[in-house]
């Protein structure tokens, strides 16, 4: 009997992060003054080892002793076949799930969490700010800064703050502080509360008030981290492709197709860019990021330089952009409700190498709803559409009559998201209408902006 669950073993866990600037091109961020931003320009932001993480270009960087000490409370995480939810579609694919809602906070979010206050510790900062969307971004924040002693400050997404209240006392019993953004703390959180007192908030807004919270400190003890987009961010969730091809080779087998969900990046990055590294070089394999139609940033947004947050506090990114002032519609997977997109992940969309799908939030959680009743686990609302994609993919197996074996990422578990498939379940979850003049006014935004060079890394 093929095996359910493949476990590697502890000491087998990775012991360096693969980081994908060594294979490929990338333009640089540029500050107000259009010019390339230097490292210590984003001093205050971050902390400078960090920062060196962001730029380097070493293909292999090792993870230091005290975060792999954390890491493995809850890695390796297994690796999954899925056969019963195989069975209920009817594919001869063979699908296989990276597991990260095995942590903690319950998402594959503190794979990054933990490194960064780590670094943030090592730096001699006491104070961390960040925004959360989902609310497991803060959650894993709260959780990694109680292991290292640093405080923690999260500004949480307003639509999900009323939407998860449990996600609030998580943090909190992690020793975290969460308060619901736009707030009236900061100047960015009154401008928006100005211009709309019912925003549903974004992650763009509640970047720029955790942004202003850290830099605006007098102390200097205070620094921001970000859960998603940038490069050390992909770096470190790489732990989680690095150990899915391990456990493949344990099984002999390799994946013809590799499936993500995409908010900024991070989780599809991490479990993805191992893979792309192969397809670099040689490599035939196909590989999805997946992202909600109704925020359809890499299907349907233009490549270009835009600020990761709202209030354009941070460099100019070369990403894929609906604009930094388009508060997406509020839908329940709140993790992927963000105007950008990692800059990696968006070059590698450029140039070919990954091929982007949307899908809706009602075929995203029928495929949720599908695997909870065939494999147990009930999904992230954000996971629902990286299985939405495997459904799909699933179907074209079955269509072909081939045997393709496809990995997916399970970024994280549902368990606090139920109000959502209560919502769900009782036939209220519509799907949203994406606009064609979102676009008209991104490009019109960007019309005055610096374009990125188109690049080819291969
Ligand atoms: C469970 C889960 N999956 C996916 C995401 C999307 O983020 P990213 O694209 O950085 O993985 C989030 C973000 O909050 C999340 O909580």
């Given at each position: 009997m093929a095996p359910k669950c493949i476990l590697l073993p502890r000491d087998e866990m990775p012991r360096q992060?693969?980081?994908?600037?060594?294979?490929?091109?990338?333009?640089?961020?540029?500050?107000?003054?259009?010019?390339?931003?230097?490292?210590?320009?984003?001093?205050?932001?971050?902390?400078?080892?960090?920062?060196?993480?962001?730029?380097?270009q070493e293909r292999w960087i090792d993870i230091p002793e005290p975060v792999l000490d954390v890491l493995s409370i809850w890695r390796p995480s297994p690796l999954i076949r899925a056969d019963r939810f195989e069975k209920a579609l009817g594919t001869p694919a063979k699908i296989y799930y990276k597991h990260e809602g095995v942590s903690p906070p319950g998402s594959h979010k503190p794979n990054t969490a933990v490194p960064q206050a780590y670094y943030n510790k090592e730096f001699g900062i006491e104070n961390m700010t960040t925004e959360t969307g989902a609310g497991?971004?803060?959650?894993?924040?709260?959780?990694?800064?109680?292991?290292?002693?640093?405080?923690?400050?999260?500004?949480?997404?307003?639509?999900?703050?009323?939407?998860?209240?449990?996600?609030?006392?998580?943090?909190?019993?992690?020793?975290?502080?969460?308060?619901?953004?736009?707030?009236?703390?900061?100047?960015?959180?009154?401008?928006?509360?100005?211009?709309?007192?019912?925003?549903?908030?974004?992650?763009?807004?509640?970047?720029?008030?955790?942004?202003?919270?850290?830099?605006?400190d007098e102390s200097g003890k205070t620094r921001y981290s970000l859960g998603s987009v940038l490069n050390h961010v992909m770096l470190h969730q790489t732990i989680i492709g690095l150990e899915a091809r391990q456990q493949f080779a344990m099984i002999d087998a390799y994946p013809d197709v590799v499936i993500g969900c995409a908010g900024g990046g991070s989780n599809f990055a991490g479990l993805a860019f191992p893979?792309?590294?192969?397809?670099?070089?040689?490599?035939?394999?196909?590989?999805?990021?997946?992202?909600?139609?109704?925020?359809?940033?890499?299907?349907?947004?233009?490549?270009?330089?835009?600020?990761?947050?709202?209030?354009?506090?941070?460099?100019?990114?070369?990403?894929?952009?609906?604009?930094?002032?388009?508060?997406?519609?509020?839908?329940?997977?709140?993790?992927?409700?963000?105007?950008?997109?990692?800059?990696?992940?968006?070059?590698?969309?450029?140039?070919?190498?990954?091929?982007?799908?949307?899908?809706?939030?009602?075929?995203?959680?029928?495929?949720?709803?599908?695997?909870?009743?065939?494999?147990?686990?009930?999904?992230?609302?954000?996971?629902?559409?990286?299985?939405?994609?495997?459904?799909?993919?699933?179907?074209?197996?079955?269509?072909?009559?081939?045997?393709?074996?496809?990995?997916?990422?399970?970024?994280?578990?549902?368990?606090?998201?139920?109000?959502?498939y209560e919502r769900f379940l009782s036939g209220e979850i519509n799907d949203v209408v994406f606009e064609d003049t979102i676009i008209e006014d991104a490009n019109a935004l960007f019309a005055e902006y610096p374009k990125p060079a188109s690049l080819k890394s291969v």
């Open positions: 992060w693969y980081n994908v600037l060594a294979d490929i091109k990338l333009n640089p961020p540029l500050g107000p003054d259009g010019n390339p931003v230097s490292p210590d320009m984003l001093a205050p932001v971050f902390p400078m080892n960090l920062i060196e993480q962001e730029v380097s497991q971004w803060g959650s894993a924040l709260s959780f990694a800064c109680s292991q290292f002693g640093l405080n923690c400050k999260v500004y949480m997404v307003r639509v999900s703050f009323d939407q998860k209240p449990y996600r609030k006392a998580m943090m909190e019993t992690w020793g975290g502080q969460c308060v619901a953004s736009p707030s009236e703390e900061t100047k960015a959180g009154r401008d928006a509360l100005a211009k709309d007192p019912n925003t549903p908030g974004s992650l763009g807004i509640a970047i720029s008030e955790a942004i202003e919270a850290a830099v605006s893979f792309v590294s192969d397809k670099i070089n040689g490599k035939e394999i196909a590989i999805y990021p997946v992202e909600p139609a109704a925020c359809p940033t890499m299907t349907r947004a233009p490549f270009v330089y835009d600020h990761g947050d709202t209030a354009g506090y941070t460099p100019l990114l070369p990403m894929h952009s609906l604009g930094h002032n388009f508060v997406p519609p509020p839908i329940h997977a709140g993790g992927l409700r963000y105007h950008g997109m990692a800059p990696t992940v968006s070059q590698l969309v450029d140039e070919g190498l990954l091929t982007p799908k949307a899908v809706t939030q009602t075929q995203a959680y029928k495929a949720g709803l599908l695997w909870a009743r065939t494999e147990g686990f009930i999904p992230a609302p954000e996971t629902t559409n990286a299985l939405a994609a495997v459904v799909e993919e699933a179907n074209r197996a079955k269509e072909e009559g081939k045997e393709k074996i496809i990995v997916a990422n399970f970024s994280g578990h549902g368990l606090l998201d139920l109000g959502a």
